[in-house]
Every structure is written in structure tokens, then in C-alpha cells.
């Protein structure tokens, strides 16, 4: 929503580029969602669907319950309207609407599922306080967040950390919190929500993965970095020989003998 | 080995207080050696058992194995084959030896066990290619170690991380590589190792586990960090004040909306 960072790096996949982030058995999409299965019948809002990658998933791992997959923005929603008829899912109705102020009646909803949203509001607390009202007592929400922080890789490089922390200054300057992951918990619990619990999902890659080292180190955070370049040297955060050497350092981590971590949070709690 | 730093974070467990780390159905030895079994009969090289913090665990779980535990330190055997008796554990044997010169035959094991050890060594891999020579064609070596760079927090706190940093100075320094964790898969794959596949563990900490809380956060990561203090200072890497902001950072993170993050990696390969 605040920035074009998210969009680039998850929301941005096509279904080819996610089918290549297969690793053994394993994708992005499975990390995250593979423990999210709504009953048949199950009412469900998931809140900041954007481009609706992973509306897709959402739906297709509980094909009876029924989506309101919402979105602020028409043309998100534009785009993820197509990606779910050509995906032939049915059970997913899209409607433009503000998380702050959602057309829909109290309790209204049995579960509400929210991804990669809470990291741009600069008040987190007030989104979950008003997707919790439209929520039914006894039902669940869902949360997932990055953390940019958590990133570490070998070899460590110093200019690359400085690089990822441009885009996390740059986050927080337009409202938003790139640490947002490890925070869920108390977000959660502060939120009133029963039985909080709060899973990290790590990323971790090194070459015996090359499905990951191409589709999660290169195209996905590198690539996201990358995105803010402009911006970050507009902004005075780094000057251009220290970003292109951040680069550099990010790239060297998916070589052969490189490694690179990532963490994503998944916590859910009970109305 | 070199350094008092793991000691106290790992191999110092005493029984009751590893007991203590439980949360649900988990154990930080649960984590790291629930996937580690061996078949009856099966000859194990533990390598560098120190106190014999994990050779309980090891035993336990491969109780038809027979284990030959080694360590450079008499002393830290004496402790070991105490806790091992106190275990009512059978199917250890303990022996003085230097993983650089083992008083074995070649290929006399049939699996090797390294936990903890190559984080304090200058020249890791050619520990590795001691052992090696000492695995028969086919077994397995499986290493286990943390990184003190992958620990992040909430709240987050620079005074904490400079902490932190000072405990991997502090190691690098003595010939030791704090960040090892990370670089596990390319030491393994570069040893020669046949189908290295590396795991992350990670610790994740909230106050809805609050055995981790105490057990990890406050009395394993911070009291580790709290216990060099001395040298940190006397080498002048930080002041009092710093210092004294820092501890108070890391026991910020264990209060009730705090959150604690540390992982370590497991390698398994293949001779």
C-alpha cells in the first residue's frame, strides 16, 4: 500500500516465476500458507489482497470456504481478478474497500487472513482492531509479516547490510515497519485476540536449493533492494559506490558456497 | 574449546535446567537431535563432547549405538562421564584426544557427531578432514552450530547488538568463528562430503513460551553475552554505560511483549 517495496518482491510474482521457487517438495507459498485450510462453508476476509498472489494459494488449499479478498487499490485488484480466473478458482470475490473503514457488518466474517500488509500502516494496532470487529467470536485471524531485518548471509558483508537497511529506513519513512515480523506477537496479543501463537517461517538457501538461490535470494530480495535504489541515493542514505557494492555483496551470497537467510512470521490468534 | 563463550551458553546445562527448556512438546535438544538416530550396532565418533551436554541426548536417542565421546579436556570429561552415570547411560565410552591427531585407525566409524566445536577452531575444515579420514565410505557426519549474528529482537536495541558483536570479536579473535552456523553447508560440501543438506533451528521466543523466555533468552543467549563482560571491556570494544545498555536491551526482549530470535544450523553429509 505505502510504496512499491512489497509489490516487487512478493506480490509481483507471476505464477511461472512461483512455480520455479520449487525446492524438494517445497515453496514460498507452501512456507507460508500450507497450514491455513478454512472449512467448507467458511466465510473468510482476507484484507490487502493486492495483485492477489496469494489469494491463489489461500484459495485453492480450502476450496469450500468462500473469499472476500479486498484491496485499495482498483488496479490491484484489477490484476488479481485475473490471476484467480486464470488460475480457475471460483471461490474468491474481490471488492475495492479501506481496512480502516470496511463495508461490511460487525462480525460478519468467520476468519480473516491479512499478508504483507500490516508492515506499511503506521498504525498496525488500529488495522487489526477494525478486521477484528467485522471477525465472529470463536474465529480466527491469521497474520503474515517479513522481517528485513532477519536477513543474514556468508559470506557477511557489511555494504549489504547497509543497503537492506536503506530499504528499511525508507519503509519507516513512509509510515511503514520492515521489522515488522518479530513484532507480531505482541501486536497479536495487544490486539485483544485469544491464544496468540507465532511461527517463524525461515527462508534459508544455499546452492543444493538453486530453485531458492534464483527465485528467493536473486529475483525476490535482491531484486527487491535493487528496487529501491533511486530512492535511497535520492535520499542521502548511501552513496552510489557503497549500494553498488551492497549488490555485489548480496549477489555473492547466491553463489556456490554462499548462503542466505530470511525470516517470515505467521502468528494466529482466536476472537 | 578456545574460550569460555559456549560453555556457558550450551555445554553448562545442568540436567534440571535443560529440563526446564520445554515448551509444548519441545526441547532446545529436541530441536537440534530429534532427526540424529543411529542403528543398532553402529560405531559413533563424538567429537569434541566437552561436558557432555549433547552426549546424553545422543545416547538417549540411539540406544543400541555405541558411542565414543572425545574432548582435549580431562576436566570436561570427568564432568561428562558423571552426567552420564547420573543418566543411567550405558552406551558411551569417553577418551582424551585431540580432534587434529585421534588415536583411531582410518574409517574405523561407522557415523561422526560434531556439536558446538568447529565455532572455536581456526582451521575448521581441517578438523573436518581429520574426521573424515576416521568415517568408513558411506556413514554420515553431522555438525551442529549457531550463529550469534542471526540473533535479532523486540524491541530492537543497537546497545545490544553492539553487545552481541562483542562476544563475536571477542571469538574471532581467538581464532574462533562466532557466524559459523551460516557457513556450514559450503565447509561440509567443500570437505568432500557427498549430499550435504544443512537445517536451520531456529529459537523463537515469546511470552507465550515462557520456559524458552528463562531458559533461553535470560539464561542461556543473555548470560553467555553477560559472561564476558570483562574481557569486552578490558579490550576495550565497548564502555561501561554501552555495556550496561546493552544486557538491559537483551532482558528487554524477554518481558512479556518482547520477542527473542537465534538460530542454529545442522549439516548432515555423506563419506
Redesign the interface.
Given at each position: 500500500m505505502a510504496g512499491r517495496v512489497p509489490e516487487t518482491y512478493v506480490h509481483g510474482y507471476t505464477e511461472r516465476e512461483r512455480t520455479r521457487l520449487v525446492d524438494q517438495a517445497t515453496t514460498l507459498s507452501e512456507l507460508l500458507h500450507h497450514d491455513t485450510r478454512y472449512p467448507a462453508g467458511a466465510k473468510v476476509l482476507e484484507a490487502g489482497c493486492g495483485v492477489g498472489a496469494q489469494t491463489v494459494s489461500l484459495a485453492r488449499n480450502s476450496p469450500e470456504a468462500q473469499f472476500v479478498s479486498i484491496d485499495l487499490s482498483a488496479e490491484s485488484l484489477d490484476t488479481a481478478r485475473a490471476r484467480v480466473r486464470d488460475a480457475a478458482i471460483k471461490n474468491v470475490s474481490f471488492q475495492q474497500a479501506n481496512i480502516l473503514n470496511l463495508p461490511f457488518p460487525q462480525e460478519s466474517f468467520d476468519h480473516v487472513f491479512v499478508c504483507f500488509v500490516l508492515e506499511h500502516l503506521s498504525n498496525p494496532g488500529e488495522a487489526l482492531a477494525s478486521l477484528l470487529s467485522r471477525l465472529k467470536p470463536g474465529g480466527t485471524m491469521t497474520v503474515i509479516e517479513g522481517?528485513h531485518?532477519?536477513t543474514?548471509?556468508?559470506p557477511?558483508d557489511a555494504a549489504a547490510h547497509r543497503a537492506i537497511d536503506c530499504l528499511i529506513t525508507l519503509q519507516a519513512r513512509s509510515g511503514g515497519n520492515a521489522?515488522i515480523g518479530?513484532?507480531l506477537?505482541?501486536l497479536l496479543?495487544?490486539s485483544g485476540l485469544r491464544d496468540?501463537?507465532?511461527?517463524?517461517r525461515?527462508v534459508?538457501v544455499?546452492?543444493?536449493r538453486p530453485g531458492w538461490v534464483e527465485g528467493f535470494t536473486l529475483n525476490t530480495f535482491t531484486a527487491m533492494v535493487e528496487g529501491v535504489r533511486q530512492q535511497a541515493l535520492a535520499a542521502g542514505l548511501i552513496d552510489a559506490a557503497e549500494w553498488k557494492r551492497g549488490i555485489a555483496g548480496l549477489r555473492r551470497a547466491a553463489e556456490s558456497?554462499?548462503?542466505f537467510?530470511y525470516?517470515f512470521f505467521k502468528g494466529v490468534g482466536v476472537k
Open positions: 522481517d531485518g532477519s543474514f548471509f556468508h557477511d521489522l518479530r513484532e506477537f505482541p496479543a495487544r496468540a501463537k507465532v511461527s517463524p525461515m534459508y544455499d546452492s543444493s558456497d554462499g548462503v537467510c525470516t
